[in-house]
Structure formats: structure tokens, C-alpha cells
């Protein structure tokens, strides 16, 4: 398992990298590696969930490993993978134009790995990407144009973004809701 940290969020929390790595398991559920730190560190072990209790990241509860992650830990994940949130945004799939299904989604890992070292785990480059993704989403469903959306490698290999922020900028979704189709309008 690769585990990345982000050094800034351990100065400002003041966790160590071996408590992060504890709560960073127990959100994750790996059971078997938290029982065989265990095993190898208890006293480590033991004294890391008490300051992950102490500092509010981690609660006792009556599952398999006797902890669960606090608020304050799952805001900072879901803060830090923001590969995540693109992907619940990006299409599953698309109809291409012979009637097959394809599937957009493929090679996770190596994307997540891209998309980190594009966002550079900061939000304001995450929130770009997605503000593009959301336009060309928006606009690619009014031209029923969804059939020719890429796979998520082929877009971030292309940088799709950057094309799309070019036409955001000279059409914006505003402009472009006031076009109408012949017909639509009653009198």
C-alpha cells in the first residue's frame, strides 16, 4: 500500500507520520495491517491511538479494531483526494456512434497517480479542473456530442481542461442557454 502524506497536514495537526498512518488505516479498513502493527509495535501502536483520540481524529467503537475516524480526519481525506470527486463526475460510460458501449473509466491507479501530480494536491487547480469538466459535460449533452468524450487516461494525457477553459471563456454556459432550437419558443 502506498500511502502519500501531505507534510504541511502533518506540521499544521501536529500528528506524526506514524499516527497519520494509523488513522489513514483504520479509514481505510485494512485490519490485517493495523493487527500486525500490532503485533510487531503494540506499545507504538497503543500510544498512537491515544493521541489520535487526545487530538479528535479517531474514536473508540465497538468494531473489529475498536476505532473508527472522527470528522476531523474524513474532512482532511476527502480534502486531499480530490482524484475521487473527479471521478464521481466523470461518465462511466458513453453510447459511441456504432451503438457500443464504452467504458470511460479504466486504469484508476495510474490516473489517480496522474491526476495528483496535475493537481498537485492543491484546490484551487482541482477546482479548475472540475469547473472544466463540469462545462464540457454541460455543453457536450446540449450538442449531443457525449459519444466523443474521452477515456479519463486519454483526458489527462491531453490536458481536455485547458480546450475546454479556452471555450468557457469565450462561451460562457450563459450565453450559450440563450440559444434556442428553431420552434421553441410560444408566442
Known sequence: MVVEINTD???????????????????????????????????????????????????????????????????????????????????????????????????KDRCRRKYNRISRTKKSNHDFVMKCLDYELKMRERENSLKYMKRLPNWLDSKEWEAWAERMEHEPLENSESIKAYGTDLE
Open 9 to 107: 497536514y502533518l506540521i499544521n495537526s501536529g500528528l506524526t507520520a506514524n499516527e497519520f498512518l494509523l488513522a489513514f488505516l483504520v479509514y481505510e479498513r485494512d485490519y490485517n495491517t493495523i493487527e500486525t502493527l500490532k503485533l510487531n509495535y503494540p506499545k507504538t501502536i497503543e500510544d498512537n491511538y491515544k493521541t489520535l483520540i487526545e487530538k479528535d481524529y479517531v474514536k473508540k467503537t465497538g468494531n473489529r479494531i475498536g476505532y473508527t475516524i472522527s470528522q476531523n480526519f474524513l474532512d482532511y481525506v476527502l480534502e486531499l483526494d480530490s482524484f475521487d470527486s473527479l471521478l464521481a463526475k466523470f461518465p462511466v460510460y458513453v453510447i459511441r456512434d456504432n451503438g457500443s458501449k464504452d467504458y470511460l473509466r479504466t486504469d
